[in-house]
């Protein structure tokens, strides 16, 4: 049997199930590539840390030269994380003619153009399916199944931890710091979760995605960031009430040689394909000028579905690996397109505010709300005669700047207590005017 080597850069959640999946489905991946794909040393921080059962320890190693020197290892996996140092531990690989595959999302978003320029110098191939949507084969599909196409939009819950954070909170009503630790110990989320909750993680992804799909060098701070720390669980009640639910959601659409990239909680309709998208899960909406609309839905994160992205990639560099003269759709090519500014964005919005209970508070906020051209499409008031009550709001579609400006002015009023929340609401394509 012919054999090939890899070397594992960490072996934890990813790695662990990178390596599961190379002794279960042995047979097929050999039936597949022809090759026995063996793993030849792991790179770890401790060596005599206790890990995944059943790995001889001699292949464990924390000198990365050990790899780099050793010519019989063809592809280098990194699954470690972090930016450095993954990054020059890549490069290094890369300047060693060893081919590459990554699942580090963070590290692509923000150097993948270097990165795929050195491999392309070099004439190694770096494979990253699995950095975006843990087990669904997304970056492949746009590469290579719909390269035929022009993308207008791309949108999708691009983040395991906190679909299984907003899940938990709708359904069981669990509360956010519980079913955090929940997501932590099934190792759904990053090293530190900041990256999941504050949205980083999805802008990560969504940054990758619209780099690819609309040929143009993302830079990841251009991506408009909002985390689900700021859901309260009255948000989660209203939405239901209203006939939503609240998914953390990427955005990204072209129109006109402008692209639109936000990351944030979104109100999506119970109706809509993306509601039911539960737990881990994730699910990513492409629309194609020539195939129409399409939904990928999978498992977004952990071991098996994480690690199935990972082996594709090692197969599919095993099998390409003879023929590297082909040219790879290039990730972050130089284009000009313009990045559009968040105020000139377009949604519905719900609007929670704290006002105190008096007669013509509702009034002077709906003409405020007038004064500023935002049309109000529904409006719902919790309490009566308490000192301070809840006011709901949704609004029709408007231009972000306009909702923005009319908050600012509600909020001087001396009625208002607190302006509570603001979510956008994803209600298909409703543009304005239409
Ligand atoms: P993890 O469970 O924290 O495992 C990281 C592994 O890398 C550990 O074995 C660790 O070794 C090793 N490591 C970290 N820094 C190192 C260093 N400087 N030198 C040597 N070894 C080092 O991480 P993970 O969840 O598997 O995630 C790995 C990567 O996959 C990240 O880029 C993540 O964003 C991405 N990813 C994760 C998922 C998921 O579901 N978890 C899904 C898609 C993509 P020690 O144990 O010795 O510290
Ligand atoms: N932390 C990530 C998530 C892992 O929760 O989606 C998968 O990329």
């Known amino acids: 049997m012919k054999k090939i080597k890899i070397a594992l850069l960490g072996i934890g959640t990813v790695g662990g199930g990178v390596w599961d999946i190379l002794h279960m489905n042995k047979d097929e991946i050999v039936g597949n590539c022809g090759y026995e794909i063996e793993v030849g040393k792991i790179l770890v921080r401790d060596v005599n840390k206790k890990r995944h059962d059943g790995i001889p320890k001699e292949l464990f190693t924390s000198n990365y030269e050990d790899i780099l020197q050793d010519e019989a290892i063809e592809i280098v996996v990194e699954v470690m994380g ?17 081919h590459v595959v990554t699942a580090n999302k963070a590290l692509l978003a923000n150097h993948g153009c270097e990165i795929l320029t050195e491999a392309k110098k070099q004439g190694v191939h770096v494979y990253y399916e699995a950095s975006v949507a843990g087990g669904i084969p997304i970056i492949n599909t746009i590469k290579e199944s719909l390269a035929g196409n022009k993308f207008k ?32 110990e099934k190792g759904y989320a ?12 999805a802008a990560h992804k969504l940054t990758i995605l619209a780099s690819l799909a609309f040929g143009k060098q993302v830079e990841f701070q251009q991506v408009y960031r909002e985390g689900v720390t700021e859901i309260k669980p009255i948000d989660i009640q209203y939405a239901a009430e209203l006939g ?38 994730n699910a990513v909406f492409v629309k194609g000028n020539a195939v129409d609309d399409l939904m990928f839905y999978g498992r977004g994160a952990g ?3 994480t690690g199935s992205a990972v082996v ?18 290039q990730l972050f090519p130089q284009d000009n397109k313009r990045i559009m500014p968040m105020g000139d964005t377009e949604s519905e919005y719900y609007v929670r505010l704290t006002v105190k209970d008096r007669p013509g508070v509702l009034g002077k906020i709906a003409s405020l ?29 408007t ?8 908050l600012e002015e509600i909020n001087t009023m001396e009625e208002v207590v607190e302006l509570g929340n603001l979510i956008r609401v994803e209600n298909g394509e409703k543009e304005m005017g239409a």
Request: glycine share 8%; no cysteine.
């Open 82 to 98: 972090g930016i450095e140092p993954a990054k020059d531990y890549i490069l290094r690989a890369i300047k060693n003619e060893k």
């Open 153 to 184: 939009k791309i949108m999708g819950i691009l983040n395991g931890t906190t679909n299984y954070i907003l899940t938990k909170m709708t359904k069981q009503k669990v509360d956010f710091d519980t079913v955090l630790k929940e997501a932590q």
């Open 190 to 201: 990053e090293a530190d979760p900041t990256a999941d909750i504050e949205g980083y993680d």
């Open 244 to 281: 939503y639910v609240i998914k953390l959601l990427g955005i990204a659409k072209e129109k006109e040689g402008v692209i639109e990239l936000r990351v944030h909680p979104t109100f999506v309709p119970e109706s809509h394909p993306l509601a039911s998208v539960h737990d881990s899960f």
């Open 303 to 305: 071991d098996l579905p």
């Open 312 to 329: 594709g990639d090692i197969i599919a560099i095993i099998k390409g690996r003879e023929n590297i003269q082909i040219e790879e759709k």
């Open 369 to 397: 709300f007038g004064k500023h051209n935002v049309s109000l499409a529904s409006v719902i008031q919790k309490g009566e005669g308490d000192p301070s009550v809840s006011l709901v709001f949704i609004t029709h579609y």
């Open 399 to 406: 231009v972000e700047a306009r909702v923005q400006r009319a």
